[in-house]
């Protein structure tokens, strides 16, 4: 059965991919990290992805790195998380830095490992607007630089996969709701409280996404 190596975070959009890579017929090996993030309840949703789905699954621990990535609403609890969307200007400070970099480097070293054919992650065109390394351009380059750092190693086929990566979130959550995916058992609050807060960045974009969809959210907001 042909291999993928799936960056899942716990998120909407991971799960979906999991879930859309499953129903084509992938043997999965899902990867999640602790980076220190102060949302790791997104973790747990990573999880319970692959007992769904019946894969195989790792938390990648990334927590010493992840302390030198700082200055970030996401790793730093001194800075407040700014809520919006996602395309104001407050959301820079949310960027993590060269974080998809970090984690694709690791999931390629997996991919060699276990003759993986793609190394798969979630980006997508909503991203765009303040996360460089969700862009086209950086997939494009990282995927041709990686080709050269595993070059005769690899199985010949390897290349980053990123399918949603000129859609947005509303159309990943028509293919979601297309799939099965189990929404409520997913994870986007930057946050990390009990409950979505509703305000942050993710949780507008999330609530957007279903409404524009047309699909019935079935998250919980604070707000």
């Given at each position: 059965?042909?291999?993928?190596?799936?960056?899942?975070?716990?998120?909407?959009d991971?799960?979906t991919?999991?879930?859309?890579?499953?129903?084509?017929?992938?043997?999965?090996h899902?990867?999640a990290?602790?980076y220190?993030?102060r949302?790791?309840?997104?973790?747990?949703f990573?999880?319970?992805?692959a007992?769904?789905?019946e894969?195989?699954?790792?938390?990648?621990?990334?927590?010493g790195?992840?302390?030198l990535?700082?200055?970030?609403?996401?790793?730093?609890?001194?800075?407040?998380?700014?809520?919006g969307?996602?395309?104001?200007?407050?959301?820079?400070?949310t960027?993590v830095p060269?974080?998809?970099?970090?984690?694709?480097?690791?999931?390629?070293?997996a991919?060699v490992a276990?003759g993986?054919?793609?190394?798969?992650?979630?980006?997508?065109?909503?991203?765009?607007?303040?996360?460089?390394?969700c862009?086209?351009?950086f997939i494009?380059?990282?995927?041709?630089?990686?080709?050269?750092?595993?070059?005769?190693?690899?199985?010949?086929?390897?290349?980053l996969?990123?399918?949603?990566?000129n859609?947005?979130?509303?159309?990943?959550?028509?293919?979601g709701?297309?799939?099965?995916?189990?929404f409520?058992?997913t994870?986007?609050?930057?946050e990390?409280?009990?409950i979505?807060?509703?305000q942050?960045?993710?949780?507008v974009?999330?609530?957007?996404?279903?409404e524009?969809a047309?699909?019935?959210?079935p998250?919980?907001?604070k707000?």
């Amino acid at each position: 059965m042909k291999k993928a190596i799936a960056l899942v975070s716990g998120g909407l959009d991971s799960v979906t991919l999991a879930y859309l890579l499953k129903s084509e017929g992938w043997d999965l090996h899902l990867l999640a990290y602790d980076y220190g993030q102060r949302h790791k309840r997104e973790v747990e949703f990573a999880r319970r992805c692959a007992q769904s789905l019946e894969a195989r699954f790792d938390l990648v621990d990334i927590t010493g790195a992840g302390r030198l990535l700082g200055g970030s609403a996401l790793t730093d609890e001194s800075i407040a998380v700014p809520h919006g969307h996602y395309a104001a200007p407050n959301m820079a400070i949310t960027v993590v830095p060269n974080r998809n970099a970090i984690f694709l480097a690791i999931a390629y070293g997996a991919a060699v490992a276990e003759g993986a054919e793609i190394v798969a992650t979630a980006v997508h065109g909503g991203d765009h607007f303040v996360y460089p390394d969700c862009r086209p351009a950086f997939i494009a380059a990282f995927d041709a630089m990686q080709k050269l750092a595993v070059e005769g190693f690899a199985h010949p086929h390897l290349r980053l996969h990123t399918p949603f990566v000129n859609v947005f979130k509303h159309d990943i959550v028509a293919i979601g709701a297309r799939l099965g995916v189990p929404f409520e058992e997913t994870w986007s609050c930057y946050e990390g409280g009990a409950i979505h807060c509703g305000q942050c960045g993710t949780c507008v974009e999330r609530r957007l996404a279903f409404e524009e969809a047309g699909v019935s959210d079935p998250t919980v907001y604070k707000k």
